[in-house]
């Protein structure tokens, strides 16, 4: 396949690429509606209290059924972990690295298998299914060459004396858990693990029950590539099994992806005993701003993939745009137009941009934003509509929405994770800066602009980790590793570090300093 997908691929015109896709899509059913295990120690624990997953494209469609893991269940995948991370280690970089790099060939030629299933089990379009696949891919083969670069982090230091040997060295904490939510169910259980298996942790993963399939499908695929079975474990189960696993005492560090208030809990509780790292990404408030200088019709492109991939359902998708008064006219048209040019549909489809919210929940909050904007003097500019007829009365399927609303409203202050964006006037771009950091957030934020001044002011005053100019492939989204690293400011995110970037592998070592007199 020559094409490549990222989450910057603006269109899905390859032939090649569709063939290959529709036919994953026709031999996915074979691997939906299974019963699956907790998976300990390579042992798949089925005779559990079960969790039915059904697509949030038709309730009809089964995903999978998944043994929910008990407490006893997390302590055994933690000691059988803890139990082997010494040896883990000491297979030493190299041979890590090679796995990783075996693994990322095995996922490479299963990725239209892989496609397909995100498809089914969270309701991505083809393009951000295949660009979830092939970031897992990409982590595994980055973190590899990040290995090879830092030579295993292995440091010389100075001396005082020609007999005496100084070294740093950078070591495993030993136990890393891992909570990943639905929105990213393969990129987000595979691309922590990664970075903790590298360096030489061994992992005990619990994934969102809405995103199961995929965190067992990512362990599928390590140990064909000939990860040991001790080395990672999957504990599927709610939010219960995560609290558990979380605080379970041989869990030496914690990498976590939801919301503010789960996150913000774990950064205060787990270190209650001992001190462990807690690297937490909690969400987005992301904001755009577009100048008089802006080209508006990149401006309006890059705002509608930002707030609408993936039905808004992304921690880093657009939901606040300030347009400065001059063209901010001739810029709402712009973004309504491109808004009801985008293909609501069935997202195995070819050309659907925006298929279904994840459960009925969000389709709630989805009414509920409306109904805030329109009761307190706003508007919805287009869209608004639940679509609950035909082919999406089994699904749950909402309109790409842009509305305004009084900057009182309560919708510009909480992550909705729903495909609405709401815009306002403001008089300059300084302006538009004190309204967008304004926000406990800080994740990602956009600009588009004309000019090198403004840009370079923007730049210098936002307060978020990921941060895109003038980006029709989307205002705020589309992070891929060694090309962004991804991770929050603020309330958004806990490493300073950030995902797929040159410091991430950082967060899964200590240092252990080493003098030698000889």
């Not at 690429?17 to 907790?38: F, I, M, Q």
């Not at 309204?435 to 307060?463: K, M, Q, V, Y």
């Not at 991804?486 to 958004?492: R, V």
Request: hydrophobic share 40%; aromatic share 8%; net charge negative.
């Amino acid at each position: 396949m020559a094409v490549r997908i990222t989450y910057a691929t603006m269109s899905a015109d390859n032939e090649e690429l569709n063939t290959a896709y529709e036919k994953a899509v026709a031999d996915a059913e074979t691997r939906l509606a299974l019963t699956h295990g907790v998976i300990v120690n390579g042992e798949a624990r089925i005779d559990r209290e079960m969790f039915e997953e059904r697509s949030p494209i038709d309730s009809d469609i089964v995903v999978g059924r998944y043994a929910q893991a008990t407490e006893q269940d997390i302590e055994d995948a933690v000691a059988a972990a803890k139990a082997f991370q010494p040896e883990w280690e000491a297979a030493g970089w190299e041979t890590r690295r090679d796995l990783m790099l075996r693994a990322a060939d095995v996922m490479q030629d299963q990725v239209f298998d892989l496609a397909a299933l995100i498809t089914f089990e969270v309701g991505k379009n083809r393009l951000e299914a295949l660009g979830d696949a092939q970031e897992t891919i990409d982590f595994l083969r980055y973190y590899a060459k990040q290995m090879t670069d830092n030579k295993g982090f292995v440091r010389p230091l100075g001396s005082l004396s020609d007999n005496e040997q100084n070294t740093s060295v950078l070591r495993p904490w030993g136990v890393w858990a891992v909570i990943s939510p639905f929105n990213f169910p393969l990129a987000l259980s595979g691309g922590p693990s990664i970075g903790a298996l590298i360096t030489g942790n061994t992992v005990v993963v619990k994934p969102s029950n809405a995103g199961a399939l995929m965190a067992l499908e990512f362990y599928r695929v390590m140990t064909e590539a000939g990860l040991p079975k001790a080395a990672l474990h999957i504990v599927t189960g709610g939010d219960e099994a995560g609290d558990h696993l979380a605080h379970n005492d041989g869990i030496d560090g914690l990498t976590f992806t939801g919301s503010h208030e789960v996150g913000m809990y774990l950064y205060r509780t787990v270190n209650e005993r001992r001190p462990k790292p807690v690297t937490a990404e909690m969400g987005g408030k992301n904001p755009a701003i577009v100048t008089k200088t802006a080209d508006l019709d990149v401006a309006a492109e890059g705002i509608a993939r930002g707030a609408f991939g993936f039905s808004g359902q992304k921690c880093s998708a657009t939901s606040r745009v300030y347009v400065e008064d001059d063209v901010y006219e001739e810029f709402v048209d712009k973004l309504i137009a491109r808004t009801k040019d985008l293909v609501v549909g069935i997202p195995t489809e070819n050309g659907v941009f925006v298929g279904p919210v994840i459960d009925r929940n969000a389709v709630e909050r989805f009414r509920a934003a409306v109904a805030e904007a329109t009761s307190n003097g706003g508007e919805v500019l287009v869209g608004g509509e639940v679509r609950e007829e035909g082919a999406f009365a089994r699904g749950n399927y909402v309109d790409p929405t842009v509305v305004t609303a009084p900057l009182e409203s309560w919708i510009w202050e909480k992550e909705l994770f729903v495909p609405l964006v709401a815009v306002t006037r403001v008089s300059n771009l300084d302006e538009g800066l004190s309204l967008s950091n304004d926000t406990p957030f800080g994740l990602t934020a956009g600009l588009f602009s004309g000019d090198d001044e403004e840009i370079e002011r923007w730049f210098n005053g936002i307060e978020a980790g990921v941060t895109y100019v003038n980006r029709a492939a989307g205002a705020t989204t589309g992070a891929w590793p060694d090309i962004q690293s991804f991770g929050g400011w603020k309330g958004s995110g806990t490493s300073g570090a950030g995902g797929g970037g040159p410091w991430y592998l950082r967060q899964f070592l200590r240092e252990q300093s080493r003098t030698l007199v000889k």
